[in-house]
Structure formats: C-alpha cells, structure tokens
Nanobody
Framework: QVQLVESGGGLVQAGGSLRLSCAASGRTFSNYAMGWFRQAPGKEREFVAAIDWYGGTTNYADSVKGRFTISRDNAKNTVYLQMNSLKAEDTAVYFC???????????????????????WGQGTQVTVSS
C-alpha cells in the first residue's frame, strides 16, 4: 500500500502560481511512477502530468504544457506540481496518484488513463479567480 497526501491548494488570481505537494508513505517511493490528475465539477477526472521513477522523463497534457512542471524528490518521498500562469479553467480538485507500472510506460503520451494508477490521494482544491 502507498498512502498519498496532497497539499498546497488554495485560491489564486488568474496569472498567479501555486505549488502542489504530494507526500507518500508506505512502500518505496522510488518504485512508483507518479502522476497528477484533476477533476472539475461535473467533469471526468483528467490527466495533467506524469513523471517516471527518477524524474528523468515527464509527460504533460496539452492544456498545461509550458505552464505546469512536475518534479519529484525521492529523498523526501514527495512529488510536486508547480503551476504558473494559472487560468480560470484550471480550477479543479487536484489528485496525485502512484503507478506500479514501469516508469517508461507511464510517461508515454498515450498513458493518460486514471486506471493506470493504483493509489490515489484525497485531493486538494485549486480555485483560480478571473
């Protein structure tokens, strides 16, 4: 089992920045590829970003490419999502997730399905005011 706890959400004006953190506990953190997803009211959960085991390779949704950066610190068992130039449409609950699949698989452009991830955090709310 892997337990995930997100933090760092909040209310920010459009154009502002936030950094989300996701602290992991349980099994060896570096054995898991990590991802961020988000879900807005009335919408399905959508892929935001993914990172492989050691942070060497990443993948992003087109909607956040160039604005968001995913990173991880295996010594701290934490994955981050730096969000810049936020827009009103970024408003959602953000979830981090862990996958036991090979890191090289998770960071493929086609690997965006929530079903690829076995463990999920409880989510943190991000609200961007326009």
């Amino acid at each position: 089992q892997v337990q995930l706890v997100e933090s760092g959400g909040g209310l920010v004006q459009a154009g502002g920045s936030l950094r989300l953190s996701c602290a992991a506990s349980g099994r060896t953190f570096s054995n898991y590829a990590m991802g961020w997803f988000r879900q807005a009211p009335g919408k399905e959960r959508e892929f935001v970003a993914a990172i492989d085991w050691y942070g060497g390779t990443t993948n992003y949704a087109d909607s956040v490419k160039g604005r968001f950066t995913i990173s991880r610190d295996n010594a701290k068992n934490t994955v981050y999502l730096q969000m810049n130039s936020l827009k009103a449409e970024d408003t959602a609950v953000y979830f981090c997730a862990a996958s036991a699949l090979p890191g090289s698989s998770i960071v493929r452009p086609s690997a965006t399905a929530p079903s690829l991830y076995a463990y999920w955090g409880q989510g943190t709310q991000v609200t961007v005011s326009s």
